[in-house]
């Protein structure tokens, strides 16, 4: 292995067997065999997983509940055993499936925080050495001799983390952990994974949901899907196309169900799902009527996370008449105003005689696009300020 | 080299902590704390004193006769609480093991340690009481160790194979118990030796051949009193002596094999 590489991952697979019913009594064993349950489904969480991370890299591991996420965590600190395939580990490795492991609230915090140390492998000598740093990391002084279940349940993630990100490892793996704390701990955090973000020694693999997170600290990140990889590269990539494949799904929700003689309504977008401010949008509107309606089209472009409509547009009173199936080509300049934001675009068809909706596209029916400035400094999506909705260009000047 | 040396540092480090831990927690919130593991076997030896020595005239004609029965107590106790405690470890540990990678097998050790610490300390009342009952100790007592290095060993092969079974089948420990219950009375810790033999002289050689009994005897023997059938003065042949040491070894050999080749999956299992 090269000396630059801190892991590889190579072609890992990793299924598990469960029971159809499962038997942990002898009876319940005995049952099932009589009644020949004996057979067990195989649930492949990993299938052919390839990545290398490099040494100094902060890296990102999404994806959904269920994706793969945690069990390859828990085979890249060793706690399982892969299928087949191969992880080379290159230097040690601490890893955090969860904060706090075995910690005992009937020991004091001094206690825990060796008998923690001790878990991930460091002699009381080696911890004497980080105790200090722990302590003053976790702002836990003067209760480090009372018993862990007397503190309050943010003190014990604090002392948990500060011993996580005080151990000195060369890789260190963490699941879920961001966002524990007042807010003055999460500063501190914060400017921790900041320092880490161009610390060339240390390697940290992060598991997370949180996309601003991926985006301020990571440098490279994969997604996971049902087992696989589906992106990998930068984070900026990666977390966008996790946002992205996370909106899309938001809601199977059902179209119109009513039926007042329109149906088959679907909006396909032509031009691409990730845009910025100068870019032109292009759709393509299809549907087909049963009576002869006269119809009037219009479209709303949605902000998804706020949920509210941003842009609206509509065609002429019966802009499309009769019986039969409509293809309609609608194209836009959207106005240099919209900031970075996910958005979706509904669709209704009005009877402009009757003056009534009478069909609109269902959520999970709605092109989704994503857009990404590229006029606009990064620095206030990180910190997950609220960006305006809009981005305008006044006149600044100075007296 | 390097990573088992890493390896081996760690598992130290960890088993002396996990050691540690279970200490302290053990008698978390007691008056009386450590006092209790002495305590224990002191109380329910005074029950069996009073029944079978008292009442029903054990013993009689057997020198040191109490003492003899508090030493096989100790050693009992020790091996029920080291197989029983052994057994539920891995699953007792169940969190550690599906979070963290170490070697498996540091839970069990770790679990019947805390039994092998109760066990010398019980150990060293039992030579207390002795001597207030007027043993002569003679140099045999340096051989006491080596035969609580054999039953701890024994009780960790069967705890590595009970461990395993128990990750599996939780029946186990139901099974385990009354098993044990049984046990008790097939080895010779209330009705000596040489009672049994007056039923059967096969029977009582047969007692002798588990590995527990003949480490209860050798104790007794090494420590008490010469007047003591153990394996080498009583089976006659000294071949069949080495039949209990015999047992511990395939024991460990099985034990630890099963052990390891399931503990692999033990974080998927429980």
Known sequence: MKDNIALEVKDLHKSFRLPKEHASEIKRAFINFIRG???????????????????????????????GKSTMLKLISGIYEPDSGMINVNGSLVSFIELGVGFNGELTGHENVYLNGALMGFSVKEIDAMYDSIVDFAELRDFMGQKLKNYSSGMQVRLAFSCAIRAKSDILVLDEVLAVGDEAFQRK??????????????????????????????????????????????????????????????????????????????????????????????LRITYKTTRDVSARIDLSIFDADRNVSLLYDETTDAFARGKGKHTILYECDLP???????????????????????????????????????????????????????????????? | MK???????????????????????????????????????????????VVFVRFLHFGAGIPHYAVSLLAAIVCWNFFAEATGQGMQSVVVRGDLLRKISFPKYIVVVSATISALINFVINLAVVTVFAALNGVVFRWTVLLVPLFVIELYIFAVAVAFFLSTLYAKFRDISHIWEVFMQGAFYVTPIIVPVSMIASMSVVASKIMLLSPVAQVIQDIRYSLITAQTETVWNYLGNHIFAFIPLVIVVIALVVGSTIFRKNSKKFAEMI
């Open chain 1, 37 to 67: 349950i004996r057979g067990y489904h195989k649930q492949t969480v990993l299938d052919g997983i390839s990545f290398t991370v490099k040494k100094g890299d902060f890296f990102g591991i999404v994806g959904k509940n269920g994706s």
């Open chain 1, 189 to 282: 955090c914060n400017d921790y994974f900041e320092e880490m973000k161009d610390n060339n020694n240390k390697t940290i693999i992060l598991v997370t949901h949180n996309m601003a997170a991926v985006k301020q600290y990571c440098n490279k990140a994969l997604m996971l899907k049902d087992g696989k990889i589906i992106a990998l590269g930068s984070s900026e990539d990666v977390a966008d196309k996790y946002s992205f494949d996370n909106l899309q799904s938001v809601v199977e929700a059902k179209a119109s169900e009513l039926d007042l003689g329109v149906r088959d309504l679907k909006v396909k977008l032509l031009s691409p799902n990730r845009i910025n401010q100068t870019d032109k949008i292009s």
């Open chain 1, 336 to 399: 240099r105003l919209i900031n970075d934001r996910q958005l979706i675009i509904y669709v209704a068809v009005n009877d402009s005689v009757a003056e009534e909706r009478i069909a609109y596209t269902a959520k999970a029916d709605s092109p989704v696009m994503l857009m990404r400035r590229n006029d606009v400094k990064k620095i206030d999506r990180k910190q997950e300020i609220p960006v305006g909705v809009v981005k305008i260009s006044g006149k600044w000047s100075k007296t």
């Open chain 2, 3 to 49: 990573k088992f040396l890493g390896k081996y540092r760690y598992s130290r480090i960890l088993l002396k902590e996990l050691v540690k831990t279970d200490f302290k927690l053990r008698y978390q919130g007691s008056v009386l704390g450590y006092l209790w593991s002495v305590l224990k076997p002191l109380m329910l030896f005074a029950i069996l004193y």
